[in-house]
């Protein structure tokens, strides 16, 4: 399975620009699902659940603003694998991946805000290392320019973020436990693991639905994507 993965890296970052159609493609990837639950919130409440219903709104919110083509990597209560997940969006040479996830901070539970994690220095440098030993590139400098594109691109959502989030929301970027997540190691496209809200904070709603803040906080977060990513209509 690694095998085929990694092929579909090599693949996508090779070609991923003429690898989907005018539109750009926007994957949101609804953390856990079918007998993972993830974490559970103060309240007993399940991650999978809370994560697919901010999917859904991020999806709904993108799709309305139609300049650009979403895909969900699950709908309903299903739980695909990582290799699933990543071959949605690889196959599509989507522009964004976004995989959204929920925290708990049992050390401090009045923790909150947005946590963006990023493939750290030491894990870019492993999946360029596996992209060449197994000769998906022709040289190092192919693959690595195809990585400092991504990464790039990356780099740049994330400042739109943080211009169109609430001044008050704490949003850290961390890139030290990047490779912890097989979405940001074998992804062949630009890919953010979200986490939001924290599910340990009683003084959030953990449960469906949203609160009025917490909606704030999804549709600026998809509104960054638009700004970013869609194709203006003609006027």
């Given at each position: 399975?690694?095998?085929q ?27 856990h699902?079918?007998?993972?639950d ?11 659940e ?15 603003s ?12 299903g739980?695909?694998?990582d ?22 901070a ?8 947005l ?7 030491l ?6 290392a596996?992209?060449?030993a197994l ?15 991504r ?5 740049a ?19 030290g ?10 992804a062949?496209t ?23 803040s917490?909606i704030a ?14 194709v203006?209509?003609?006027?």
């Amino acid at each position: 399975m690694r095998l085929q993965i990694l092929i579909s890296i090599f693949a996508g970052l090779v070609f991923s620009a003429a690898a989907h159609a005018q539109n750009p493609v926007i994957v949101v990837d609804a953390g856990h699902g079918g007998e993972d639950d993830g974490y559970y919130s103060w309240t007993g409440h399940p991650e999978a659940e809370l994560v697919l219903r901010i999917a859904q709104r991020i999806e709904e919110r993108l799709t309305a603003s139609g300049g650009l083509d979403v895909r969900m990597t699950r709908s309903g209560e299903g739980g695909p694998s990582d290799e699933t997940r990543l071959a949605i969006a690889n196959a599509a040479g989507a522009d964004l991946m976004l995989s959204i996830h929920a925290d708990v901070a049992s050390e401090r539970a009045s923790a909150r805000g947005l946590i963006i994690y990023r493939a750290s220095d030491l894990a870019r440098r492993q999946v360029l290392a596996r992209t060449i030993a197994l000769g998906f590139a022709a040289n190092e400098a192919e693959a690595g320019a195809a990585l400092a594109d991504r990464l790039g691109r990356e780099e740049a959502f994330i400042g739109t973020l943080r211009a169109s989030l609430p001044a008050d929301l704490p949003l850290v970027v961390d890139e030290g436990r990047g490779a912890l997540f097989d979405v940001l190691m074998d992804a062949n496209t630009p890919a953010l693991f979200v986490e939001f809200p924290f599910l340990s904070n009683s003084g959030e709603a953990v449960s469906p639905p949203l609160d009025d803040s917490q909606i704030a906080v999804v549709n600026a977060f998809a509104d960054a994507v638009i700004a970013h990513h869609a194709v203006p209509t003609p006027g």
